[in-house]
């Protein structure tokens, strides 16, 4: 072994992956998302991955730490399963039609088209407080809704690597009537068979760095029921402008990302 390879093995190299596990860890099961738009941009900025494996290595790490916070919900009644396996559906369905059409449409074109998405997200999140007693009623038009929505979050995931807790939960609260802590424990639950399902392909072409994901993911699962359970603690309006701040934070990151990268190229 080098003695960069043993640098980069160092107690200084599990000690940022383990600081990144439990950041990503706690946010997970606070919010209800994979964590990954946290520990994402933590790998390449901290550890020094290249965008590719940090985000094979995040998904992996996803999986395991979704569990995790399905349980926690799942204990207190807060999970809907019916909700959750229509909505993963979609996004299976959505991932394959992103990602045909990832070489058609320009990535920046889509980056602010989710901006301004989110940017009305963060309005009505504002606006309106979810009731704990909240319920999202199966029927024929929820059934259609939760695919569709799927179908789009899947999409989006495929094009832009956007996790779908990111979308679902809020659009959940706000489209569904879904309480706060349902719309949670659903999204991390919805998240589960896609990310096992992209951690396969991503092993199949190098993309994981499965020692980093291990130590990422088991460092996240120690935390993320505490999340949960400072999730449940919070009231409804206090959630939500939390969890919406949270995503004006993410928004910022990425309008700072589309102004600070250089212009695609036009086809002739």
Request: proline share 3%.
């Amino acid at each position: 072994m080098t003695s960069a390879a043993a640098e980069t093995r160092s107690s200084a190299w599990y000690l940022k992956l383990i600081a990144v596990g439990l950041v990503g860890g706690f946010l997970s099961g606070l919010f209800g998302v994979g964590g990954g738009i946290v520990i994402v941009p933590a790998l390449v900025l901290l550890v020094g991955f290249d965008q590719r494996r940090a985000a094979g290595t995040s998904l992996a790490a996803i999986v395991p730490t979704a569990a995790v916070g399905v349980i926690s919900y799942a204990v207190n009644g807060t999970v809907n399963w019916v909700a959750a396996l229509l909505l993963a559906a979609g996004m299976v369905v959505g991932a394959q039609i992103g990602s045909h059409l990832l070489a058609i449409i320009k990535q920046s074109v889509l980056q602010w088209v989710f901006i301004a998405f989110m940017v009305v997200v963060i309005v009505q999140l504002f606006l309106s407080v979810p009731s704990r007693d909240g319920v999202m009623d199966i029927n024929a038009w929820s059934i259609g809704g939760l695919v569709l929505v799927g179908i789009l979050t899947g999409i989006l995931s495929g094009l832009l690597g956007v996790g779908g807790g990111i979308v679902v939960v809020p659009v959940l609260i706000v489209f569904f009537g879904s309480s706060d802590l349902v719309a949670k424990g659903t999204s991390l639950l919805m998240m589960i068979p896609g990310a096992v399902s992209g951690t396969l392909g991503n092993l199949k072409r190098g993309n994981v760095d499965l020692r980093a994901a291990i130590v990422v993911g088991i460092a996240a699962c120690t935390v993320t029921w505490v999340g949960a359970i400072v999730a449940k603690l919070l009231t409804p309006a206090a959630s939500n402008w939390l969890f919406a701040a949270f995503i004006v934070v993410i928004v910022i990151r990425m309008i700072v990302q589309q102004l600070r990268a250089p212009k695609e190229p036009t086809e002739s």
